[in-house]
């Protein structure tokens, strides 16, 4: 089975300053999706960005970008110029590509943004 | 746009009562799902169903049941509750063909007392 690991339980960055949170995952396929959701304190899951495993070029949205290092089975999210409304848990999501879309989740990283 | 609709929000329960949480979308999604979120532990995969009539079990199904009568609704079904069902519910959908990103519910806190 496929697990996602988030070794950062928590994480603190200064408004306007850069942070970047880990995820690595565990799978034996060569093709899969891989997700950033945000969820802030109103509890709605809010997908941050995606990559797709066999695109080597990193994705990019806004603020945020990840640095995917397939062979090692990394994905890490960087938000550049921290905003007090980027502070959320972050969890990272993993997506084998079957038939029946299910994502398996990481357990989360809860960021701070110290004003 | 309403996209994924789940209600109650917050409920409250005795142990052994059992209710429904009721989720609806309205994107003609035919897949949907109910993960539970537990502090620290992330999302955890309750059931799914991947269309109407066709329901399956995810990593934490006990306790639980659901069913899937139509495209819209996905209810999920708490019989006999216990303590350790205490947790926020999200339903979840997505559209066949896409890149598997879900759509979420804004999710319902549930106490088991």
């Known amino acids: 089975a496929q697990t996602v690991t988030q070794s950062q339980p928590e994480m603190s960055v200064q408004e306007a300053e850069t942070v970047t949170l880990s995820c690595t995952y565990d799978?034996?396929?060569?093709?899969?999706?891989l997700f950033w959701y945000k969820q802030p304190p109103s509890r709605q899951m809010i997908l941050v960005i995606r990559?797709?495993?066999?695109?080597?070029q990193n994705a990019t949205e806004n603020r945020f970008s990840v640095n995917f290092q397939k062979a090692a089975k990394s994905f890490s999210l960087k938000i550049s110029d921290s905003q007090l409304g980027d502070a959320a848990m972050y969890f990272c999501?993993?997506?084998?590509?079957?038939?029946?879309?299910?994502?398996?989740f990481g357990k989360g990283t809860l960021l701070t943004v110290n004003p | 746009n309403a996209g994924v609709t789940q209600t109650p929000k917050f409920r409250i329960l005795k142990i052994g009562q059992s209710m429904t949480l009721q989720c609806t979308q309205d994107?003609?999604?035919?897949?949907m799902y109910w993960y539970r979120q537990d502090p620290g532990m992330g999302l955890k995969l309750i059931y799914y169903?991947?269309?109407?009539?066709?329901?399956d079990k995810g990593e934490v199904p006990n306790g639980y049941n659901v069913s899937r009568s139509t495209t819209e609704d996905f209810p999920l079904r708490l019989e006999l509750a216990a303590p350790s069902q205490t947790s926020v519910y999200f339903c979840?959908?997505?559209?066949?063909?896409?890149?598997?990103?879900?759509?979420f519910g804004e999710g319902s806190r549930l106490t088991v007392l």
């Open positions: 990559q797709e495993a066999y695109k080597q």
């Open positions: 169903s991947v269309g109407a009539g066709i329901t």
């Open positions: 979840a959908s997505t559209g066949a063909g896409g890149t598997g990103e879900l759509f």
């Open positions: 994107m003609n999604h035919n897949y």
């Open positions: 799978t034996s396929e060569s093709d899969y999706y």
């Open positions: 999501a993993y997506y084998s590509g079957g038939s029946n879309y299910k994502l398996t």
